[in-house]
């Protein structure tokens, strides 16, 4: 397999971007490439995706997994996934082949399903001189858990492409990027280059980039009907795509499609270093304190906010705070910036809040940003805040019956008012959320305010079932939140409307958080329902948890089923002791 250099050619004015290499003619070819549909689909989307590609009439279509939403119960209701799905491939009329993604297999029945109705997972075809190989990766996150069956698998796929001029690979985690992420080398990568594979295509994360490591071409492709990231912000690759492909003897040209978008896109238009430099400046240019919001207010508060230039360049803007929908009041409301490369700038804002009724929705601050030549994203960030509760201090045990009428809970509710989960307004209806303790138990109560409990969602019935997917309040737990003390292990427990919990234990290591399923607390759980609400009582020996301090941390959010919308206490829910609000003792 004779390879020259790669080049890029600019083509029609930079719209788009030609990687040729020398080599011997034959029959040309177009295929269309697509990118996630699941993931909380629009289906409208991808009706209009495939409508354009039948219009440029390609020979085939790749798709690279995640066409149907999947995790369904049983084969039948997987097979009705599938029948939509290739329906509406089969409708172009043009051939499709599909790399599976973890919405398309996820267990060994939703595996037999997909070789059923769409073929083996892993396989290879040839056109004219061209090999396309699908790898399945589907149900292994990074290559290091890729099994060896499927190394081998490839390990002997990959000794045939010296025979093809152009060599494909097609799979659905893009490994590739995780490990440029990580800074360390990457198992396919080494094999690919070894074998000269050319181009390799990648979905999963929902945004579009491309990137070329040792003369290989790899691309993320984006949505393409995928409801997840699409549209959030464009210069990141959050935009729906899909790919077109022309083999032409010794070339092969690839543009970038947005679907009702005349004009094509350059493949580089969202390139993996812009990404990177894209999410540098978002987390490190505009740096802001935790505004503390006490229990019983009001907030007043003088924080400095630093805005720093990462890049080589000079940059003058300004940064300006969205306050005119919310409760509270922030001086000076804006500032005109001018940083010298790597300079940095700090600003004091005070803020302040006459009624926590009012916390939400929170300000917002927003600076335009040139993170690289040509390349500026809007930074946008909601105020961030520290909230503190009221740890109650139970005096006698309280009764569990779902009914709240013990003393403990005619107290102010430990955990009130919430709020949207980026800091907005929620569509949720009011919740209340009540932390005591004793010297042995913890005690948790919740009133779920729900106009039309009738229409709760209340599937799950096993202990650690599917209770997030039923209406249902989220708890996060850390027992030991004084300063410097060790944080890093904490507990989640979530309850649906009918007193059915999963519980876990989480620990944090090197910034990832490492969820043990197999842990299950002493819960004693007790539901009740009212006209227009639900309501949860739960107790658990403090025991269970391990070494317990005098401040805890926590959070809470809520998930409403009938409005598919979720309320946070503390903004936002993350799976990070660091970001939980206070929660101290009553004295």
């Not at 996820?106 to 070789?115: G, I, K, L, Q, R």
Request: aromatic fraction near 10%; charge should be neutral.
């Amino acid at each position: 397999m004779l390879r020259s250099g790669v080049r890029t050619i600019p083509f029609l004015a930079g719209l788009l971007s030609i990687v040729a290499i020398a080599t011997a003619r034959n029959e040309p070819f177009t295929f269309a490439v697509l990118g996630d549909r699941a993931g909380d689909a629009q289906p409208e989307v991808f009706h209009q995706i495939l409508a354009e590609i039948a219009l440029f009439n390609p020979d085939f279509i790749i798709c690279t997994g995640n066409l149907i939403q999947g995790y369904a119960a049983d084969a039948a209701a997987t097979n009705a996934q599938w029948d939509t799905i290739t329906g509406q491939l089969r409708s172009t009329g043009i051939p499709y082949f599909v790399a599976p993604g973890n919405h398309d297999i996820w267990n060994p029945a939703s595996e037999s399903v997909f070789t059923k109705r769409v073929g083996r997972p892993a396989h290879t075809f040839k056109r004219g001189n061209s090999i396309f190989i699908f790898l399945d990766n589907s149900r292994w996150p990074v290559d290091e858990s890729l099994p060896l069956t499927e190394q081998r698998w490839l390990d002997k796929e990959l000794t045939q492409t010296r025979k093809y001029r152009h060599a494909f690979v097609l799979m659905h985690r893009p490994y590739w990027r995780y490990a440029l992420d990580r800074g360390r080398t990457e198992l396919l990568h080494g094999k690919f280059k070894a074998s000269g594979i050319d181009y390799v295509f990648t979905g999963s994360d929902r945004f579009y980039c491309s990137h070329t490591w040792d003369s290989i071409h790899y691309f993320q492709v984006g949505p393409s009907g995928s409801r997840t990231m699409a549209g959030d912000d464009p210069g990141a690759g959050e935009f729906q795509n899909y790919l077109l492909c022309r083999v032409s003897g010794d070339t092969v040209r690839v543009i970038a499609r947005e679907p009702g978008r005349d004009e094509p896109l350059p493949v580089d238009t969202v390139t993996y270093e812009s990404i990177r430099a894209l999410e540098t400046a978002k987390k490190q240019a505009v740096a802001l304190g935790a505004v503390p919001v006490p229990y019983a207010g009001p907030v007043a508060a003088s924080l400095p906010l630093t805005v720093r230039n990462v890049t080589a360049m000079a940059m003058t803007d300004k940064l300006s705070w969205s306050d005119s929908l919310t409760a509270w009041r922030i001086a000076p409301r804006e500032i005109t910036f001018s940083i010298s490369p790597q300079g940095h700038i700090a600003q004091a804002f005070e803020f302040n809040l006459t009624n926590l009724n009012s916390l939400y929705p929170l300000p917002v601050f927003s600076a335009p940003y040139e993170y690289a030549p040509g390349r500026k994203t809007a930074i946008s960030r909601s105020l961030p805040i520290r909230r503190e509760a009221a740890l109650i201090r139970a005096t006698t045990q309280p009764v569990l019956d779902g009914r709240l009428t013990d003393g403990c809970w005619k107290a102010e509710p430990t955990l009130r008012t919430f709020g949207g989960r980026s800091g907005g307004v929620s569509a949720v209806e009011p919740t209340a959320v009540w932390v005591a303790r004793d010297d042995t138990l913890l005690y948790i109560a919740a009133r779920c305010t729900d106009s039309r409990s009738a229409e709760l969602k209340t599937d799950a019935t096993a202990r650690d079932g599917k209770v997030s997917e039923d209406d249902n309040l989220d708890l996060l737990l850390s027992f030991n939140a004084v300063p410097g003390a060790d944080t890093a292990t904490y507990y989640q427990v979530v309850v649906n409307s009918s007193g059915t919990i999963a519980d876990r234990i989480c620990r944090l290591a090197d910034g990832d958080s490492l969820e043990d399923d197999s842990w299950n607390g002493s819960w004693q759980v007790a539901a009740g329902k009212g006209a227009d609400y639900w309501a949860v009582e739960m107790s658990c020996p403090l025991s269970d948890f391990g070494n317990v301090g005098p401040s805890w941390g926590v959070n809470a959010s809520r998930f409403q089923s009938r409005t598919k919308d979720v309320a946070v206490w503390q903004v936002p829910f993350e799976h990070n002791p660091a970001g939980f609000g206070l929660l101290k003792p009553t004295k």
